[in-house]
């Protein structure tokens, strides 16, 4: 049975210079309106097809979830519970949002819809810097959001950081860093910046007017960042994810486990009973889809096991424990040594990957190199 849900509300107020999200920035309430019954469509439909079990995870992303107005987030909220009903006792429900989108209004009614974690797009503590990216808010609304959200109840809170950026220096980075430290939060994402095509950083790159770190710059971000938080007792469980004892993201571990999950919305993506599946992008055919099919799906197929273990090893070992080989053979019928010995033992022998006892895990060393690691398991590349 699935027993974790994804959710994407693509709205935003504005368009970041970065993003290749599936986002669309509107001042037409009734578009959202119409949006959110389609959402409600597709909820119904999907657990007619697929009814769930017991959900233990929930995941709001965008876009911008925190965009909808708080009778818009009433009404989400009131559709979801009212499609999923059945909660674990400790379900994990996060939200992201930005925080020039939060009040205590939505905050608290989205603490009454049952979210309890809830996931701030912050990216950076430098105001210039945050201009230069083209995000909405500056640190002062930081720090007023993530004040308003302790007061309406929540204790699980995670900020975004992202590293690389123009201009950005280490001393930048680690000045980011130590505000965020000062906030005594239970966990941290923190990405590189990836220049992505139809973003309009990519259009500055290709005409060299995007001022980047320089690769060994970016390197360095990265270990400070991880000689950082483990400095200050937070635990990198997953490239670039890192938490207190018992804050893990127990949703983005469902992918990273390589298990099932419902994918609702327009662009969002699924893995259900062994097949996954993509949404409609464009809202206009997500919508039609919806009214037509009941599922807007333009893409579906059957995941092969040659597939499925090649997915179960590039996302696993994206987490710090590794996949374990007892329960690969567990799940597959094959052991991890039958499936991969020439890669495992290449990459083994480079120390970009070690055993320790049943796990096999990426080192220290090899972490940074992580996409070139996984990149063999798919036979992508011929030697790292």
């Known amino acids: 049975m699935t027993k974790a849900v994804?959710?994407?509300?693509?709205?935003?107020?504005n368009k970041c210079?970065?993003?290749?999200?599936?986002?669309?920035?509107?001042?037409?309430?009734?578009?959202?309106?119409?949006?959110?019954?389609?959402?409600n469509?597709?909820?119904?439909?999907?657990?007619?097809?697929?009814?769930?079990?017991?959900?233990?995870?929930?995941?709001?992303?965008?876009?911008?979830?925190?965009?909808?107005?708080?009778?818009?987030?009433?009404?989400?909220?009131?559709?979801?519970?009212?499609?999923?009903?059945?909660?674990?006792?400790?379900?994990?429900f996060t939200m992201e949002a930005n925080p020039g989108t939060t009040d205590i209004e939505k905050l608290s009614i989205?603490?009454?819809?049952?979210?309890?974690?809830?996931s701030f797009g912050v990216q950076s503590f430098d105001d210039r810097l945050l201009k230069r990216i083209g995000r909405i808010h500056d640190s002062e609304q930081v720090l007023r959001s993530l004040e308003n959200a302790k007061r309406t109840g929540f204790d699980n809170i995670s900020i975004d950081l992202i590293f690389g950026l123009p201009d950005q220096t280490v001393a930048h980075f680690q000045d980011t860093l130590d505000k965020a430290f000062g906030l005594d939060l239970p966990h941290f994402s923190?990405?590189?910046?990836?220049?992505?095509?139809?973003?309009?950083?990519?259009?500055?790159?290709?005409?060299?007017?995007?001022?980047?770190?320089?690769?060994?710059?970016?390197?360095?971000?990265?270990?400070?960042?991880?000689?950082?938080m483990a400095k200050r007792g937070y635990r990198q469980y997953e490239i670039s994810n890192f938490a207190r004892?018992?804050?893990?993201?127990?949703?983005?571990?469902?992918?990273?486990?390589?298990?099932?999950?419902?994918?609702?919305?327009?662009?969002?993506?699924?893995?259900?009973?062994?097949?996954?599946?993509?949404?409609?992008?464009?809202?206009?055919?997500?919508?039609?889809?919806?009214?037509?099919?009941?599922?807007?799906?333009?893409?579906?197929?059957?995941?092969?096991?040659?597939?499925?273990?090649?997915?179960?090893?590039?996302?696993?070992?994206?987490?710090?424990?590794?996949?374990?080989a007892s329960d690969?053979?567990?799940r597959y019928g094959i052991t991890l040594q039958e499936q991969f010995s020439p890669v495992i033992d290449e990459l083994t022998a480079l120390g970009l990957l070690m055993w320790s006892g049943d796990r096999l895990h990426l080192t220290r060393r090899g972490i940074p190199l992580g996409n070139e690691v996984f990149a063999r398991f798919l036979g992508l590349v011929d030697k790292v």
């Not at 994804?6 to 107020?13: G, R, S």
Request: charged share 25%; glycine share 8%.
């Open 190 to 228: 923190s990405y590189s910046l990836k220049v992505e095509e139809n973003t309009l950083f990519h259009t500055l790159y290709e005409k060299d007017q995007l001022p980047l770190p320089t690769e060994d710059e970016e390197v360095l971000m990265y270990e400070r960042l991880m000689e950082q």
């Open 110 to 118: 989205m603490r009454e819809g049952g979210v309890n974690r809830i």
């Open 41 to 92: 469509k597709e909820m119904e439909e999907t657990v007619r097809r697929f009814p769930p079990g017991e959900i233990k995870t929930i995941f709001v992303g965008g876009g911008t979830p925190t965009f909808l107005d708080p009778k818009q987030m009433a009404h989400f909220l009131e559709t979801v519970r009212r499609h999923f009903p059945q909660w674990s006792a400790d379900i994990e």
């Open 245 to 324: 004892p018992g804050f893990e993201s127990r949703h983005n571990m469902t992918y990273w486990r390589n298990e099932y999950y419902y994918g609702i919305g327009a662009g969002a993506h699924g893995y259900v009973n062994g097949e996954r599946h993509v949404n409609a992008s464009p809202l206009a055919q997500y919508m039609q889809l919806t009214v037509e099919k009941g599922l807007p799906r333009v893409e579906q197929f059957t995941v092969s096991g040659s597939e499925q273990m090649e997915d179960h090893m590039i996302m696993g070992l994206r987490m710090m424990e590794g996949v374990s």
């Open 17 to 39: 210079y970065y993003c290749d999200f599936n986002s669309y920035v509107t001042k037409n309430p009734q578009l959202v309106w119409d949006y959110l019954d389609a959402l």
């Open 6 to 13: 994804y959710i994407h509300i693509p709205f935003c107020t």
């Open 328 to 330: 690969f053979q567990h």
